[in-house]
């Protein structure tokens, strides 16, 4: 999925902290109009809405509520897990040991509401891409060039792609990798020259991370979190 020039909003993984999605949305907007007033704008959320936070349920209400030509989902591994679920055991235990316990609480167990959550999951793309940047959930094979990632790839990976210093073909913007438990352990958003990674540990008592983007440089020119 290709953008036209605009201000892009990525927002990293929120695993249902709902309230402090609910206070950076806030924040984002007193942005908007306070600093870009006027600007055409999409937010792109990297994935993983659900599992180990204790509101699964409200923060897919929240990102589906929101205006579908001013927003993005992208699928995170914690969407795949969930889909999958419901097709197999060996799928659904590991949905559960991933933090699907606290999402299924949150919907009050199997249900019509979860079910046709999963359906929505199943539709959600992979990627999205603007000029100078691409936007994943866990990053891509620095191996193989963008046109041949997998969703896997996207889902998925992460040491290789996080160790890799070269340039990648677009500037990656990512999450997955929580930076509270993972080098270099700030729970901020990580910026390199190649990549930024915007996990910042919401579910593990970090903050919760927007960066904004446009078309003076390929990293993030502001950001925002909240905790």
């Not at 008592?205 to 390929?218: E, H, I, K, W």
Request: charged share 25%; with cysteine; hydrophobic share 35%.
């Amino acid at each position: 999925m290709k953008a036209n020039s605009m201000i892009a909003i990525a927002i990293g993984d929120i695993h249902g902290m709902a309230v402090l999605l609910e206070k950076l949305l806030m924040q984002i907007d007193a942005y908007l109009d306070r600093e870009l007033r006027g600007e055409e704008y999409k937010i792109i959320f990297l994935g993983d809405y659900v599992d180990r936070g204790p509101d699964s349920c409200r923060v897919i209400k929240l990102v589906r509520s929101l205006n579908p030509s001013k927003s993005i989902c992208l699928k995170g591994n914690h969407e795949e897990m969930m889909s999958e679920a419901a097709s197999n055991s060996a799928s659904w235990d590991r949905f559960c040991l991933s933090g699907g316990v606290e999402t299924l609480a949150s919907y009050g167990g199997i249900n019509e509401e979860f079910l046709e959550a999963i359906n929505w999951m199943r539709a959600l793309p992979t990627f999205y891409e603007d000029q100078q940047r691409i936007f994943v959930h866990a990053g891509v094979d620095p191996d193989k060039p963008l046109s041949e990632q997998t969703d896997r790839d996207r889902l998925w990976i992460r040491q290789r792609f996080i160790s890799y210093q070269g340039n990648f073909q677009k500037y990656i913007v990512h999450g997955h990798t929580p930076t509270l438990r993972n080098p270099p352990f700030t729970g901020r958003a990580d910026i390199r020259e190649n990549r930024c990674n915007l996990d910042s540990g919401a579910c593990y008592g970090g903050a919760l991370t927007a960066a904004f983007f446009n078309n003076s440089q390929p990293k993030p020119f502001h950001f925002i979190s909240v905790s």
